[in-house]
Nanobody, 123 residues
Framework: QVQLVESGGGLVQAGGSLRLSCAASGDAFSRYAMGWFRQAPGKDSQFVAAIKRGGSTYYADSVKGRFTISRDNAKNTLYLQMSSLKAEDTAVYYC?????????????????WGQGTQVTVSS
């Protein structure tokens, strides 16, 4: 079992940057495929990015070239570097862990996720 705690959200102007962190505890972080998802008010959760155990990365088309997912297995931490932020990036961002070598693109396919961190981009 793994516990996940997100941090780093906040209010930023359009065009700005934020770095989200997700601290993991409890189980061997390195064995999990990890993902970032987001949910805007009144909408379903949306895949943002994912990273395999070995470091291969995947991005939603809407964030490709602007967001970078990374992991530090020594620190049990997942990151999401977000730049050139847009108003449509406003959402609660969740990190999620999947006990598998393979990533998935829906939050329901992950075993654990955190409480989320709010990102608000003002235009």
């Amino acid at each position: 079992q793994v516990q996940l705690v997100e941090s780093g959200g906040g209010l930023v102007q359009a065009g700005g940057s934020l770095r989200l962190s997700c601290a993991a505890s409890g189980d061997a972080f390195s064995r999990y495929a990890m993902g970032w998802f987001r949910q805007a008010p009144g909408k379903d959760s949306q895949f943002v990015a994912a990273i395999k155990r070995g470091g291969s990365t995947y991005y939603a088309d809407s964030v490709k070239g602007r967001f970078t997912i990374s992991r530090d297995n020594a620190k049990n931490t997942l990151y999401l570097q977000m730049s050139s932020l847009k108003a449509e990036d406003t959402a609660v961002y969740y990190c999620a862990a999947r006990d598998s070598a393979w990533i998935r693109f829906e939050l329901k396919d992950y075993n654990y996720w955190g409480q989320g961190t709010q990102v608000t981009v003002s235009s």
